[in-house]
């Protein structure tokens, strides 16, 4: 290697452990101070890029591990990010199911009133259906063994009208 490309070398280096160096004190900063703090809180405070952390998976190791035992001011308990990371996403799907609990009711109610409505304007259907769809087959079919009934009748009286018209001609011819 050259002079220069050495002499880059070191100085990237150099660039480099100070800015791993500004990441540790603001993140032992922050910590101090009790802030909640990520990866992009402590980029913005050390004044590097996200992506720095990233890369150097010692620095993203010791983010991770402080973010673990964050303490709860509220009441002194230490809660790891993974149990309020859990317990967002519990509350998260309560939440779903509790709006998939109301549509339910609010479409079963909306039924209950719609239906009660029908009834009493008088457009609804009667409350015994089955029993009058009974009765309605009952009288088609009476109706269609009257319809049978008279037309054997009729074909009778025509047979008897028929008769009458013999035996009137022949009685006129005996005459």
Same mark, same amino acid.
């Given at each position: 290697?050259?002079?220069?490309?050495?002499?880059?070398?070191?100085?990237?280096?150099?660039?480099?452990?100070?800015?791993?160096?500004?990441?540790?004190?603001?993140?032992?900063?922050?910590?101090?101070?009790?802030?909640?703090?990520?990866?992009?809180?402590?980029?913005?405070?050390?004044?590097?890029?996200?992506?720095?952390?990233?890369?150097?998976?010692?620095?993203?190791?010791?983010?991770?591990?402080?973010?673990?035992?964050?303490?709860?001011?509220?009441?002194?308990?230490?809660?790891?990010?993974?149990?309020?990371?859990?317990?967002?996403?519990? *509350? %998260?799907?309560?939440? #779903?199911?509790? @709006?998939? +609990?109301?549509?339910? &009711? !609010?479409?079963?109610?909306?039924?209950?009133?719609?239906?009660?409505?029908?009834?009493?304007?008088?457009?609804?259907?009667?409350?015994?259906?089955?029993?009058?769809?009974?009765?309605?087959?009952?009288?088609?079919?009476? *109706? %269609?063994?009257?319809? #049978?009934?008279? @037309?054997? +009748?009729?074909?009778? &009286? !025509?047979?008897?009208?028929?008769?009458?018209?013999?035996?009137?001609?022949?009685?006129?011819?005996?005459?």
């Amino acid at each position: 290697m050259t002079d220069t490309s050495t002499a880059l070398v070191e100085a990237r280096r150099q660039d480099s452990a100070t800015r791993r160096q500004r990441v540790l004190t603001a993140l032992n900063k922050l910590a101090t101070a009790g802030e909640d703090f990520s990866v992009s809180s402590v980029a913005r405070a050390a004044r590097v890029h996200r992506s720095f952390i990233y890369r150097h998976d010692d620095l993203h190791a010791a983010i991770l591990a402080q973010t673990a035992h964050t303490a709860d001011t509220t009441n002194g308990n230490i809660v790891s990010r993974e149990s309020l990371l859990a317990e967002l996403a519990n *509350a %998260a799907e309560r939440n #779903r199911r509790q @709006a998939l +609990r109301v549509t339910q &009711l !609010e479409k079963r109610l909306s039924e209950a009133l719609g239906e009660t409505v029908w009834r009493e304007t008088g457009l609804g259907a009667p409350t015994d259906l089955d029993a009058l769809q009974r009765q309605i087959t009952h009288l088609e079919q009476q *109706a %269609a063994d009257l319809k #049978r009934q008279l @037309a054997d +009748r009729t074909d009778e &009286l !025509e047979a008897a009208r028929a008769t009458s018209r013999e035996l009137m001609a022949q009685l006129n011819r005996g005459l």
